[in-house]
């Protein structure tokens, strides 16, 4: 109602003074940001990505894709809006994702096979290793990768080392050797598309396996490779699954709801959210002290009950990983903590003039 009468009253202020004031604030209405409700893309609009795949499957196979390609369909569906206007778009994507958390190599003791109550220091079963891994990292989340050390009963002992992920459960991940990149087609031990990677791999799936059966799942791990903001080379251990179906092996069709924050740019174009976001490694709680356990104790009377106190670790650790941060720059951080439990948050915080991170509310 205010903003009726607000109007009205400058209208009439308009006659003693001419029209352009009255022009300006019709102006100045126009073009205010609006935050859009939220979007879900349809079926046609994978379609107009022009991305066979994508148009095909109605999925993306991976959020970085997705974002490449969602702005040409806001920039079609929703051109009318001003600079500035935000809208949060649903997607769907392929089930694949990026390993969360690298615990330490461990080889299985013999006091691990007594308390599990073995009567031999060995396993006999996969499901066995399964077992000690969910009572060994009860607090691991999805995404967690290990590489073990172990004894196992196959009619003799064999010591073996594997790698495991947690994807629902724990389960045993194939991973590359530097042969096996170049077999892949890749100069070096890593990939920088996820297109090919996921292409080039279920081909070579076939070699491994030539006698897999249909329903047979694996779950390689690759390493993808990227620069960051400041140019600096990252590589990120990839996680995808792939289900042979009889004939040949595919990416499984798992797919997940996702979704992400698009803003209207000064130009005039949709853009993803500028934002950061970023998770706590190891290596980052080592740098502020807290490497024992890696996380923020937050119970009353401990080191980060406060969040002035874990914004200024937070702060410490942003400044170190991200040097050339530009003034101005959002991140959202996810952290562990502990308050008699283990759990997360998220702290937004924003790179202030005076060269300290604040937090943004």
């Known amino acids: ?11 009439v202020a308009a006659l003693f003074v001419g029209c352009n004031p009255t022009e300006d604030i019709y102006d100045e209405l126009d073009a205010a940001p609006e935050q859009l409700n939220p979007y879900t893309l349809s079926e046609d609009d994978y379609d107009m990505t022009g991305v066979d795949n994508v148009a095909d499957q109605k999925f993306f196979d991976t959020r970085e894709q997705a974002l490449e390609l969602i702005p040409a369909i806001l920039d079609n569906n929703f051109s009318e809006y001003n600079n500035g206007s935000t809208i949060v778009v649903t997607f769907d994507k392929s089930n694949s994702f990026d390993v969360t958390e690298t615990l330490d190599a461990y080889t299985v003791t013999a006091e691990d096979y007594e308390d599990l109550g073995f009567n031999y220091p060995n396993f006999s079963n996969v ?13 691991a989340s999805r995404g967690t990768v290990i590489e073990l050390t172990y004894d196992i009963y196959t009619g003799s002992v064999n010591t073996l080392t594997d790698t495991f992920v947690l994807l629902n459960e724990w389960t045993k991940a194939l991973t590359f050797t530097n042969e096996q990149y170049n077999e892949l ?3 070096y031990s890593n990939f920088d598309n996820h297109e090919t990677a996921t292409r080039n791999i279920g081909i070579y799936l076939e070699s491994l396996y030539p006698y897999a059966e249909e329903g047979d799942v694996v779950v390689p791990i690759y390493v993808y490779t990227y620069k960051d903001e400041n140019d600096d080379r990252q590589y990120v251990d990839t996680v995808v699954e792939y289900t042979f179906n009889g004939d040949k092996w595919i990416q499984s069709t798992s797919v997940i709801e996702d979704n992400y924050l698009f803003v209207k740019n000064d130009e005039g174009k949709w853009i993803p959210d500028p934002t950061i976001y970023y998770t706590l490694t190891n290596d980052d709680y080592a740098l502020v002290g807290n490497g024992n356990y890696n996380n923020f104790d937050i119970r009353t ?3 980060e009950e406060t969040i002035e106190a874990r914004l200024a670790k937070i702060d410490t650790i942003l400044k170190n990983n991200f040097p050339s941060t530009a003034v101005g720059q959002e991140y959202v951080v996810e952290y ?6 283990a759990g997360k948050l998220t702290m937004r915080v924003i790179l202030d003039a005076s060269g300290d991170y604040l937090i943004v509310e």
Not at 1 to 11: C, G, P, Q, V
């Open 301 to 303: 009377g401990k080191d």
């Open 1 to 11: 109602m205010k903003k009726y009468i607000s109007i009205a009253f400058l209208a």
């Open 336 to 341: 562990k903590i502990y308050d008699g439990q």
């Open 185 to 187: 087609g890749q100069t």
């Open 127 to 139: 499901d066995q290793i399964y077992g000690f891994l969910q009572s060994k990292y009860p607090s």
